[in-house]
């Protein structure tokens, strides 16, 4: 009976792959921010990916993520004061899921990105809470880049237009688009829409929009970071690869 794999086996085995897809596209793995997606991880598990190094964690449900970040959040203070040199030196968690107005308020505390604002009103609301406390938060642009109708984000011909009008709110920093590719699809098509995402990011680049803190492509996740990388991301957000559990597909999925 094969031996289990440890979440280290795991990690040491992302990290190969990610520097193998850097190196075919004649990239730097530096360039690559690797996300732990935490939703179907349990606590013992994300403390372990923090005890590896990784501080990038991704949940897609707002109340998910703020209860872990304080949980999670103590354990790392207290590794932290007792001197653990091997633990991430700061935890950012990424919010990756469509996240709805009315549940903003609650996240905007404990968030380092959000990788999913999709609309012009959801961003005004942003900013509108963001400017009581005078805080800049970098967010990424859902581009419906796949053209999927039931994926959450903007569609391809208005990304550009929105990023535009969100780039000029004081309180927002506009650094660059997220998509997912369809589940299902193959390779054809997955490379497809992130090569639509990455033209789409560069016409964003070429209009000087969000200035130079626009320098992020959030694309690929356990079925596909591969072939994100060699079409230009510059975050993979991974879960099952890391943690076993349900397929990466099932990750973003609208709750």
């Given at each position: 009976?094969a031996?289990?794999?440890?979440?280290?086996?795991?990690?040491k085995?992302?990290?190969?792959?990610?520097?193998?897809?850097?190196t075919?596209a004649?990239?730097?793995?530096?360039?690559?921010?690797?996300?732990?997606?935490?939703?179907?991880?349990?606590?013992?598990?994300?403390?372990?990916?923090?005890?590896?190094?990784?501080?990038?964690?991704?949940?897609?449900?707002?109340?998910?993520?703020?209860?872990?970040?304080?949980?999670?959040?103590?354990?790392?203070?207290?590794?932290?004061?007792?001197?653990?040199?091997?633990?991430?030196?700061?935890?950012?968690?990424?919010?990756?899921?469509?996240?709805?107005r009315?549940?903003?308020?609650?996240?905007?505390?404990?968030?380092?990105?959000?990788?999913?604002?999709?609309?012009?009103?959801?961003?005004?609301?942003?900013?509108?809470?963001?400017?009581?406390?005078?805080?800049?938060?970098?967010?990424?642009?859902?581009?419906?880049?796949?053209?999927?109708?039931?994926?959450?984000?903007?569609?391809?011909?208005?990304?550009?237009?929105?990023?535009?009008?969100?780039?000029?709110?004081p309180?927002?920093?506009?650094?660059?688009?997220?998509?997912?590719?369809?589940?299902?699809?193959?390779?054809?098509t997955?490379r497809?829409?992130?090569?639509?995402?990455?033209?789409?990011?560069?016409?964003?680049?070429?209009?000087?929009?969000?200035?130079?803190?626009?320098?992020?492509?959030?694309?690929?996740?356990?079925?596909?970071?591969?072939?994100?990388?060699?079409?230009?991301?510059?975050?993979?957000?991974?879960?099952?690869?890391?943690?076993?559990?349900?397929?990466?597909?099932?990750?973003?999925?609208?709750?």
């Open positions: 009976m031996k289990a794999l440890t979440i280290a086996d795991r990690l085995e992302v990290r190969e792959k990610i520097a193998a897809a850097c075919k004649k990239r730097e793995p530096a360039e690559v921010t690797l996300v732990a997606v935490t939703k179907y991880a349990g606590p013992e598990q994300i403390r372990e990916i923090l005890k590896l190094g990784i501080g990038d964690l991704g949940e897609n449900r707002v109340q998910q993520l703020v209860q872990r970040a304080a949980q999670i959040g103590e354990f790392h203070q207290r590794a932290l004061a007792g001197g653990d040199k091997l633990i991430a030196s700061k935890i950012r968690w990424h919010m990756i899921g469509h996240l709805q009315n549940k903003a308020k609650q996240l905007l505390p404990v968030v380092s990105m959000l990788h999913s604002i999709d609309s012009l009103r959801l961003a005004e609301d942003l900013e509108e809470m963001l400017e009581r406390t005078d805080r800049k938060l970098p967010v990424l642009l859902q581009v419906n880049a796949s053209e999927e109708s039931q994926k959450s984000g903007v569609a391809v011909g208005a990304a550009v237009h929105l990023a535009e009008q969100i780039a000029t709110m309180h927002l920093q506009m650094a660059g688009i997220m998509t997912m590719a369809a589940h299902d699809a193959d390779e054809k997955v497809h829409t992130f090569t639509r995402t990455r033209e789409i990011f560069e016409e964003m680049k070429w209009h000087k929009i969000g200035g130079a803190g626009l320098k992020h492509l959030s694309m690929g996740m356990t079925q596909d970071y591969e072939i994100a990388i060699e079409e230009g991301a510059t975050i993979v957000r991974v879960g099952s690869a890391l943690f076993g559990g349900k397929p990466d597909g099932t990750e973003e999925k609208e709750e």
